[in-house]
């Protein structure tokens, strides 16, 4: 092989090696319901879902641009959530946000119900989170009955 080919290899290996990194960091932050309230009006009510988020890591962090959905347990979608802060968070910290879920008035009925005839208040935010600039995939529960 030529120079350019090996140097090439090396840093696809590298890259490659970088990305795994960060899949592996973003397993590593833990993130923790801290509550869920309703709000805004009927015609575009808001869920407000708090979040703590844990670095437990000796690296600081960058959290942004958060693109996800609200589901209930049944996986009826709810709501998008979307988060568009850039938020620092320091090694072995925790910081807490606020998301909001921008939802329909009949999706919030129909969750409502839902949640009536199932007498569980659970519910799940899947998506992807910009961790350091890289888009990975997160998951948080919301465990409240049953």
Do not use: H, R
Request: charged residues 15%.
């Amino acid at each position: 092989m030529t120079a350019t080919k090996w140097i090439g290899v090396i840093l696809g290996a590298g890259a490659v090696y970088w990305i795994y990194n960060k899949f592996k960091f973003a397993d590593s932050l833990s993130y923790v319901p801290t509550g869920l309230k309703v709000g805004g009006s009927i015609l575009n009510p808001e869920i407000i879902l708090g979040v703590k988020i844990y670095n437990p890591s000796n690296v600081s962090t960058t959290f942004s641009n958060l693109n996800s959905e609200l589901f209930l347990e049944n996986g009826q979608k709810v709501a998008d959530v979307y988060y568009n802060q850039k938020l620092d968070i320091p090694a072995k910290s925790s910081v807490n946000i606020l998301l909001t879920a921008n939802t329909t008035f009949s999706n919030l009925a129909t969750s409502v119900a839902e949640l009536i005839k199932s007498k569980k208040a659970n519910f799940k935010i899947k998506g992807i989170a910009s961790i350091d600039s890289v888009p990975l995939p997160f998951t948080i529960d919301y465990k409240f009955f049953g």
